[in-house]
């Protein structure tokens, strides 16, 4: 008996490992491809691009966007878009500059967090609770967001100059930015939520067949609107760690973040269209578009090319998520 179970282990071994990379595929290929880029810059300009300033620096700068890509992962895995996180990034940290000249700092700080749950309560409320598409009630948001952002600073900008806050964005602790230590923390909570509570399977559910998801007691309304309103959360943290690290609070900043974020998740694997994601892959995705733009600039690519890349990545990351990988997914 104990010679059959030794026999068959290296065939379970091998069908739990040929398992986990079809489940994995696109998470593995751009975590290679994350690699790969890292050796193709190094390798084009070692002096520059694989420094330890370099990278720091790079990684402070990607910080928001793997921030927003975990909770973006939450909602496009329940089918849902939040196109709204870009504006309700430049609300945040315009807010932030203005309410640190009149109050506390850290009472600034919870007041920017407030709104950007607040904002995104909203939003999922009139989305989950009055069935009206994700996309068109997040589409406005991205509008009327940013107007707000421009009226409560007239074209201003406010600068941040209390040490708390200079901290955020701007320290170091144990020699690594202090965005940093908050994305890699945030990933790492949103990873468990994803992974292992009823919250990331109820995510799932609803995203491969909400109707059914529904039928078995699955409150998807409520589900929907609290994807929505993590989402409005960390993009508040985001706009508090991009307006941090520049040293004031804007209404231009994050313009196209909501298209960084979305190429990030839909990059590291998960479904457009809902009911699969990864958070480990969202990270990768991240971090590709970080060292890709960081990379392209430090070779001397002008800078207008960034954009346009990324928009071509997309649409490659689409093609990809919904010609290839999906099939792979199937014949599991």
């Known amino acids: 008996m104990e010679l059959r179970r030794t026999a068959g282990e290296p065939r379970s071994r091998a069908f739990l490992q040929g398992h986990w990379m079809i489940q994995n595929v696109q998470?593995?290929?751009?975590?290679?491809?994350f690699v790969f880029l890292v050796i193709v810059f190094s390798l084009l300009d070692p002096h520059h691009f694989f420094t330890?300033?370099?990278?720091?620096?790079?990684?402070?700068?990607?910080?928001?966007?793997?921030?927003?890509s975990v909770t973006m992962t939450f909602v496009i895995t329940s089918a849902g878009i939040d196109l709204s996180i870009g504006s309700l990034l430049a609300v945040s940290g315009a807010s932030l500059g203005i309410l640190a000249l009149h109050m506390n700092p850290l009472l600034a700080l919870l007041l920017v967090l407030l709104i950007g749950l607040a904002s995104g309560v909203i939003v999922?409320?009139?989305?989950?609770?009055?069935?009206?598409?994700?996309?068109?009630?997040?589409?406005?948001?991205?509008?009327?967001?940013?107007g707000v952002a421009e009226l409560?600073?007239?074209?201003?900008?406010?600068?941040?100059?209390?040490?708390?806050?200079?901290?955020?964005?701007?320290?170091?602790?144990?020699a690594i930015y202090t965005p940093i230590w908050i994305a890699a923390a945030v990933v790492a909570l949103g990873w468990y939520v994803y992974s292992h509570t009823r919250f990331g399977r109820y995510l799932k559910a609803i995203g491969s067949n909400e109707e059914s998801a529904r039928r078995v007691g699955i409150n998807t309304r409520r589900v929907k609107m609290a994807a929505l309103a993590v989402s409005g959360l960390t993009a508040a943290v985001a706009g508090i760690l991009v307006s941090t690290r520049l040293g004031s609070g804007s209404s231009n900043i994050g313009v196209a973040f909501e298209l960084e974020v979305i190429t990030a998740?839909?990059?590291?694997?998960?479904?457009?269209?809902g009911g699969r994601g990864s958070i480990i892959?969202?990270?990768?995705?991240?971090?590709?578009?970080?060292?890709?733009s960081n990379g392209l600039v430090i070779i001397g690519l002008n800078v207008f090319w960034v954009p346009i890349l990324q928009g071509l990545i997309l649409l490659l990351a689409i093609l990809a998520n919904t010609k290839?990988?999906?099939?792979?997914?199937?014949?599991r």
Not at 52 to 68: C, D, F, K
Not at 128 to 137: E, H, N, T, W
Not at 265 to 273: A, E, I, K, P, R
Not at 324 to 331: A, C, E, K, L, V
Request: hydrophobic share 55%.
């Open 27 to 33: 998470t593995v290929s751009i975590a290679l491809i």
């Open 52 to 68: 330890g300033s370099n990278l720091a620096n790079a990684a402070r700068q990607i910080a928001p966007t793997v921030i927003a």
């Open 124 to 146: 999922g409320y009139l989305s989950a609770y009055q069935g009206i598409a994700a996309f068109i009630v997040t589409l406005a948001g991205l509008t009327a967001l940013r």
């Open 152 to 174: 409560i600073t007239g074209g201003y900008s406010n600068p941040i100059n209390a040490p708390l806050l200079k901290f955020i964005g701007q320290g170091k602790i144990a």
């Open 265 to 273: 998740v839909v990059l590291g694997g998960t479904d457009l269209f």
């Open 281 to 292: 892959g969202a990270l990768f995705g991240a971090l590709t578009l970080g060292v890709l």
């Open 324 to 331: 290839i990988f999906s099939r792979i997914g199937h014949t």
